[in-house]
C-alpha cells in the first residue's frame, strides 16, 4: 500500500513553475505602482488574489501532497500573504468604508512584514541548497520586506520604499525565469534553461 502512495506521489507534477509565475507577475504589477509608473493600488488588488494569492496557494498544496515541505511552507504562506495585502489595500482604498480607512495603522502592518522577513530568512538558509536562481529569489525578498518594514513605521521612507521596489522588479525577473526554466527543462528533459547548483551541497 505504501509503494502505491509512493508511486502516486511520484506522479504529481512539479508546481514550482506555476507558484513562481504568479509570484512574477503579481511583483511586477505592484512594482509598478511603487515605481510611479501606475497610480494607486486598486488594480493590484485582483492581481494580488488571483496570481499572488489563489495561485501560489494551489502550488503549495500540489508540494505538500509531493510531500516537500519547503516549497508548500513557501508558496502557501507566500500565497496568503498577497491574500492580506489585497485585504489591507480595500481597506485603505476606502472599499470597507472611509471609517476603516481613516483607523488604519500602517504600522501593524509593519508588525506582519517583521514577521515575514523573520520566515523569509529562515527559507533563505533553506534555499541554500535548492538552486542558485530559488536562493537569488528568497535573498530578494529579504530585502523587499526589509524596505516594506522600514517603509512601513516611517524610516527613510522614500529610499526604503524604492528599495522594495527595486526588490520586486528583482523577484519578478528571477521568477520569470525560474518559472520558464521549470517548464523547459521538464518539457525538454534535459537543463535547457540553467538554475544553477545549490550554494551549499549535502556533505
Known sequence: MSDEKTQSVDRLADPSALGLFG?????????????????????????????????????????????????????????????????SWAVTSGIFGEQAAAAFDPKQTGVAFLAYLILTAFM??????????????????????????????????EATHMLAAVSELVISLLSFYGAGANVLNRHFGEEFLPLGKAFWAKG
Do not use: E, H, P
Open 23 to 87: 509570484l512574477a507577475v503579481i511583483t511586477l504589477v505592484a512594482c509598478t505602482q511603487k515605481f510611479g509608473i501606475t497610480d494607486g493600488v486598486t488594480g493590484v488588488m485582483s492581481w494580488a488574489i488571483f496570481l499572488g494569492g489563489c495561485m501560489q496557494l494551489i502550488a503549495g498544496v500540489f508540494d505538500f501532497k509531493k510531500n516537500n515541505v519547503f516549497g508548500g511552507t513557501a508558496f502557501i504562506a507566500y500565497g496568503f500573504f498577497w491574500c492580506a495585502m489585497a485585504f
Open 124 to 157: 533563505t538558509i533553506g534555499a541554500l541548497r535548492t538552486t542558485k536562481v530559488l536562493f537569488l529569489i528568497f535573498l530578494a525578498i529579504d530585502f523587499l520586506f526589509i524596505g516594506l518594514a522600514l517603509s512601513s513605521f516611517g524610516i527613510a521612507a
